[in-house]
């Protein structure tokens, strides 16, 4: 899903045409062809070896998302949400895919808590649907969409299984969608709103929760690419939604902390660690420019009150800051959510082109993936060191916060064999490997509470449909019977073992 962020340039520069700015544009200089290719990285193999033990009270967990698994897209007073318009919209989705009724999780909750506790798993990370809860983005709270997560989290408490509650998973209310959407400063006093519904109606037995899951993707895929609902693509529209949305993770921490003092509270952030293709120094700023958009474009306003020095360039009239905003962005998060998958390769754009004068706001950096490792079947490259790299910089850089890993995991689409047994070998390796970098990042003294394998269940995988399954339980979308892969059950023991064992 990421991935598709490696198109950021070069929609920028589409959307900036279509937008009739300047095209007084110029090759970047250092361009990487002339220089050293940067040596050869470690192995992506090398964590494979060693059996790990992690600390007592890690939380093993799994992930999933309101509209990719709940389905009952217009029960119970629900209201419609941009993903119900959008993949409602033909061509928006791979094979005229929707969400309407998904893995049928909103019926089938309990049959979902029971693969959880098959599985041993003692955190699960879910979302709440925002207009299962306010239809139109705004007013009282819908009881009967609050009953549905309430009910959820006493069984799970019940079940001894931490829930981890993700307020806001991509769901926008359509309404205020009409409204304008991220890009109106008014949505981050909707969400703040119904934020304070939230913990008032779940706080007192949810200690953990997220205010957004990966800021940076929605706002980017959403409002810059458009393959992603809300649909638009538009440069004015990707600034502005981004400074909207920094004020409302703020706003939802702040009311929160009024509502649960005691509540920990942080952000499902996207990150990839971004290595130039080259040692020269325009690759080098690239990567460090690729940083700043992917990880730090939401982290750094909550936590340092500021936009990324990397990215200084960006003019706050475009982003339509006003005095004092920084100050209202930050927001001293209890931890740092990291959903990683993959690395970037970073490079100056060579060939590629940028704008002259007052419309320099564009990031002058291409984005690869890269290329060295096994892919999945989504085209994602597995590199393990890529868990091991971001967590240890984010160590170093935020001076050791506590970090859980909120996602993680690969989309193969191995399906049942004739005894209806799933043999999906690839996946235990990815969890695997993942699983032992992140042991040594632990053991180079990052502090890591959990880990939570995208995700619990085959499901609906936004513009690609049911196209790429992530689950540890393999979803027959005909019958809406699950049942635990190879790697589930794997999972399982290394939950109950808290252990890494070699391969
Ligand atoms: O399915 C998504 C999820 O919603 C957000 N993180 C990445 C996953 C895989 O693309």
Redesign the pocket.
């Known amino acids: 899903?990421?991935l598709s962020r490696r198109k950021f340039v070069q929609s920028i520069l589409g959307a900036s045409a279509a937008l009739g700015l300047p095209a007084a544009f110029s090759a970047c200089s250092g361009s990487s062809k002339a220089s050293t290719p940067a040596p050869a990285r470690d192995s992506a193999l090398q964590f494979q070896a060693a059996s790990t033990t992690f600390p007592k009270g890690f939380f093993w967990g799994t992930a999933t998302?309101s509209y990719?698994i709940e389905g009952a897209w217009n029960e119970d007073g629900k209201g419609e949400s941009i993903w119900d318009r959008f993949a409602h919209t033909p061509g928006k989705i791979k094979n005229g895919d929707t969400g309407d009724v998904a893995c049928d999780s909103y019926h089938r909750w309990r049959e979902d808590i029971a693969l959880i506790r098959a599985m041993n798993l003692n955190s699960y990370r879910f979302s709440i649907s925002w207009p299962r809860i306010q239809a139109s983005g705004s007013g009282a709270a819908n009881s009967k969409g609050v009953d549905y997560y309430s009910r959820l989290v006493d069984a799970l408490l019940e079940a001894r299984i931490r829930p981890l509650v993700t307020l806001y998973?991509?769901d926008l209310p359509q309404a205020l969608e009409d409204a304008g959407g991220w890009t109106n400063r008014d949505t981050a006093g909707r969400f703040t709103d119904y934020v304070q519904l939230m913990a008032q109606a779940l706080g007192d037995r949810v200690a953990d929760w997220m205010i957004f899951?990966?800021p940076d993707?929605f706002v980017d895929l959403g409002h810059l690419e458009g393959t992603h609902a809300p649909g638009r693509q538009s440069i004015l529209d990707f600034l502005r939604a981004t400074h909207v949305v920094n004020l409302a993770q703020s706003g939802g921490f702040r009311a929160l902390k009024a509502a649960r003092p005691s509540a920990r509270v942080g952000t499902a952030f996207?990150m990839s660690p971004c290595e130039p293709a080259t040692d020269s120094e325009a690759d080098k700023l690239a990567a460090e420019r690729a940083h700043a958009i992917t990880n730090t474009w939401f982290l750094e306003p909550a936590l340092r009150g500021r936009y990324p020095d990397a990215l200084a360039f960006l003019p706050e009239t475009a982003m339509r800051i006003k005095a004092g905003d920084m100050e209202k962005t930050r927001a001293p998060l209890d931890f740092i959510g990291i959903?990683l998958?993959y690395r970037t390769i970073a490079s100056a754009p060579g060939t590629m082109e940028r704008f002259s004068h007052a419309q320099e706001w564009l990031f002058p950096v291409k984005m690869d993936g890269g290329q060295q490792g096994p892919k999945t079947d989504?085209g994602w490259e597995v590199w393990p060191k890529a868990l091991y790299d971001m967590v240890t910089r984010i160590t170093r850089d935020y001076n050791r916060p506590v970090i859980e890993i909120t996602?993680s995991?690969c989309?193969y689409n191995d399906g049942p064999d004739a005894s209806g047994a799933i043999h999906d070998r690839r996946r235990i390796e990815y969890h695997r490997q993942y699983l032992a970098a992140l042991a040594r990042a632990m053991a180079d003294g990052a502090d890591v509470r959990g880990y939570h394998a995208?995700?619990l269940l085959d499901?609906f995988?936004?513009a690609e449909g049911f196209s790429?399954r992530?689950g540890l339980a393999y979803v027959d979308f005909k019958t809406q019977q699950r049942t635990i892969k190879d790697s589930g059950r794997w999972y399982g023991k290394v939950a109950t073992e808290n252990r890494v064992g070699p391969a």
């Open positions: 899903m990421r998302a990719q998973h991509w899951n990966e993707a996207s959903n998958y989504f996602e995991g989309s995208w995700s499901n995988e936004w790429q992530f």
